[in-house]
């Protein structure tokens, strides 16, 4: 049941053509580091955004370098997605993540320059908040 139903967010991914991803790392009950691993396009029937949960991923090893590789083998060997449609690209505001030098934002952007990182803006807000008071 799970398969199908991954099936068919992939294909309407595929139909859609163009897509972004948002990767973020919990800890499960084990205390293993999962990302997650979730994409957005715009519906190809009517035009609505959509934003889907494809898997978690475990962490064999918490180097950007290897997230980045884990995530983009992922989605281009088991999903068969064409990464070269990846669009953006979203994380949390971690340093290892969305650092301008050092983070898996700039790993993906060399392999797609294309995919484009735009920080999370819902964790931004309590710094908002705080800068207001």
Avoid: W
Wanted: charged share 25%.
């Amino acid at each position: 049941m799970a398969h199908k139903v991954r099936d068919s967010i992939l294909d309407d991914l595929r139909t859609a053509g163009y897509f972004s991803l948002s990767v973020d790392s919990t800890p499960d009950q084990c205390h293993v580091d999962q990302l997650s691993v979730i994409v957005r396009y715009v519906s190809p029937d009517d035009g609505t955004p959509i934003e889907r949960f494809l898997t978690f991923l475990e962490m064999g090893s918490h180097t950007v370098e290897s997230m980045a590789k884990m995530v983009h083998n992922y989605l281009t060997n088991e999903c068969k997605i064409d990464f070269s449609k990846c669009r953006g690209q979203s994380y949390d505001n971690a340093a290892n993540m969305s650092g301008k030098y050092k983070g898996m934002q700039e790993i993906i952007l060399k392999i797609n320059k294309y995919a484009m990182y735009i920080p999370c803006a819902v964790l931004a807000i309590p710094r908002i908040l705080l800068v207001e008071q």
